[in-house]
């Protein structure tokens, strides 16, 4: 397994079953993540805040997110042992 930090956007309308969630997990559901923008819901709802995830990642998912588009500069691999 592998870990990464991932800058992502949020997605989720915070209600019923679309919660607030880092854009992230929806594009990679095999990941496991933590939050750790430490972000408040008010800057979410308004749109101003960013997320950033700290995330566990099998190689082929690493690949994969390593060459989307959307995350091209927005993965920083934690190499381990540190």
Known sequence: MNTATVATAWAGTG?????????FAADYPAASWTDTSGESVAKIKAGTAAASVRATLDAATL??????ARYLGKVT??????
């Open 63 to 68: 690949v994969a997110l390593q060459a989307d």
């Open 77 to 82: 691999l934690i190499p381990w042992p540190p």
């Open 15 to 23: 209600a019923g079953k679309t919660p607030y969630r880092p854009a």
